[in-house]
Structure formats: C-alpha cells, structure tokens
C-alpha cells in the first residue's frame, strides 16, 4: 500500500481509485443502512441475513455513485476551492489530477446503475416489490442534488435532498428488506435520525464556505454564513435527542427503552463536545471545523450505532 505521505495523484491505479471513492465518508450512508436493518430485524424479532446482504449491496453501490457523481457535479468548484487555498484543504480527485473527469463520471454512473438494478433484484429474490422503488427513490435523490437540470445543491435545498436520501429512503430499505413493511413499530428511530442526517448535511459545507459561494453556489453556510449554520446543525442534533428520547420512553419493552437511553446519552456526550469546539470552528478554520465535524460524527454514527445493535441483541 502506497505510503500516505504520497500524494494521491502519483499512487498506484488501485490506490487513485480508493482514494477517490473517500473510505473516510463511508459510515455516512453504512450506518443508516445498518440502523434501518437493525430496526426492522427489533420488529420481526431476527434478522434476515440475506435481506441484510442485499441492503448492504445496494449501500456500497449507492455510496459509489455518490462519492464518483458528486466529484464530477463539483470539479468547478472544487477547482476554486483549491485555487484559493493551494495547500489548506485535501486533494481534489479531479482538479489535482487524481483522476479524469470521465473516468469519475462514467464510474459514477455505472455504480448508479447497478444499484438500481440491484434494488429491483433484492425486491424480485425477497418478495418485496417496493425495494425496486425505494432504491429509485435513493438514486434519484442524489441526481436532483448534484446533477442538471435540477441541481438543488447549487440552488438552495441540497442539504433537505440529503436528509431525505440519507436520513429517511437509506435506513428505510434496509428496514423494509427486514420487514417487508414501510410501516413498522420502530418508525420513531427514524424520526429521530432525520434532524440528525440534516445537521451532518449542514456541515459538510462549513469548510467550503468561500469556495461554494465564489463558485455561486447555494448552501445553508453560504446563505446564513458559518455562525448560524452552525446553530442550525447544534438545533438539528438537539432535536434529534429529544425525538429518540420521547420514542424510548414510549417503546413497551425495557431493552427498548435501555437501547434508547444509551443512544441518546452518547449522542448527549458527543453533542456536548461538539458545543465545547463549536466557537473555534469559524470561517476557514480548517482544523476546528474537522474537529466539529468529528464530534458531530460521533453524535451521530455511535449513537445510531448503539440504538440499532442494542435494538437487535437486546
């Protein structure tokens, strides 16, 4: 394996493409897939470990697609971003030379491809149709967010559009796979995991705030700027808590209601460091931001995590 002083660009072809695909930003779609299969296996009482193989499937291809189309929707400004800032932010796949923008592009919309095609397998070898739809759903999400004409994250909505694919249609695939239900008794989880997929999708953009808004595009930081954006993540987080903690109270089993409690003490701790780091965290503050996000991180992957395995073991 290539050393990770090298710079991506002058890696092997294997570690270009890993680098590329950013292992780094994996949980953001691995755990709500796993929280979702967790919440539907708490309601069937055992977990279906092929429905769970096809939910994992379908994440990593629909991770793919991501990561690949949203480099290729941002080589502009990207671009920007690196102009301004030659050696303050990490390298960009495409401006730094890591890989051809059509390379990412056409790998980006194979793996688009093939998660759709594997939502309409899982759906034909389970029995249940509407995980065909619900992995449309998910892929056309992130083609309004990134790509024309819509382009929402570009014109203002980018980070609802998330919240909508990672928060709710994700965990909800894995959940149905379970199930074979959209409607199920663990719902309130997922509740309480939309607020928190909008706080993670409001500060992905705290650290490209000059670049996004020279390159004209409409986030939540470059309206608001960093302070209140940063308020509306710490709002979203907050609300998350109290949404998992009122649906912990209301589950009649005790491990129900054990699993929720620790959920939302550890989501409590992390939020609580992320509010210790939350005044540092300023405009081009690269460092402090990655550290805000780490902890907002943890609120969110642990936490979920811890109420999804304890949901299943308990």
Not at 62 to 88: C, E, H, Q, T
Not at 150 to 175: D, H, I, Q, S, T
Not at 224 to 245: C, F, H, K, P, Y
Request: charged share 15%.
């Amino acid at each position: 394996m290539s050393s990770p002083s090298v710079h991506p660009a002058r890696r092997s072809l294997a570690g270009r493409w890993l680098y590329a695909l950013k292992p780094a930003s994996w949980p953001k779609l691995l755990v709500p897939a796993l929280l979702g299969t967790a919440l539907g296996a708490a309601h069937t009482g055992r977990l279906d470990f092929g429905a769970f193989a096809w939910t994992v499937a379908f994440t990593v291809a629909d991770l793919a697609f991501i990561v690949f189309m949203n480099d290729y929707g941002d080589r502009y400004v990207d671009g920007i971003k690196r102009s301004m800032f030659p050696v303050g932010c990490s390298p960009k796949t495409i401006p730094d030379g890591i890989l051809p923008a059509w390379q990412v592009l056409f790998a980006g919309a194979g793996a688009g491809a093939i998660a759709i095609a594997i939502a309409l397998m899982a759906g034909g070898a389970l029995g249940r149709w509407w995980l065909g739809g619900l992995g449309l759903l998910a892929v056309g999400t992130f083609v309004a967010y990134t790509l024309p004409p819509l382009k929402l994250n570009y014109r203002g909505g980018g980070e609802l559009l998330e919240m909508l694919g990672v928060g709710l249609l994700l965990p909800l695939f894995g959940a149905y796979a379970q199930t074979g239900e959209l409607w199920f008794s663990k719902l309130g989880a997922l509740a309480g995991f939309l607020p928190l997929a909008l706080a993670s999708a409001v500060a992905s953009g705290l650290s490209d705030e000059r670049s996004d808004r020279a390159g004209g595009k409409r986030t939540v930081t470059t309206m608001l700027g960093n302070r209140l954006a940063r308020r509306l993540v710490e709002a979203s987080v907050m609300t998350g808590i109290v949404i998992w903690a009122a649906t912990a109270i209301a589950w009649p089993a005790a491990v129900s209601r054990i699993a929720g409690a620790c959920a939302v003490a550890i989501t409590m701790f992390y939020y609580i460091q992320m509010r210790r780091v939350s005044g540092t965290a300023n405009t081009n503050a690269f460092p402090a931001i990655a550290s805000y996000k780490n902890k907002l991180h943890g609120a969110i992957w642990i936490g979920a995590l811890v109420l999804g395995f304890a949901e299943v073991f308990g």
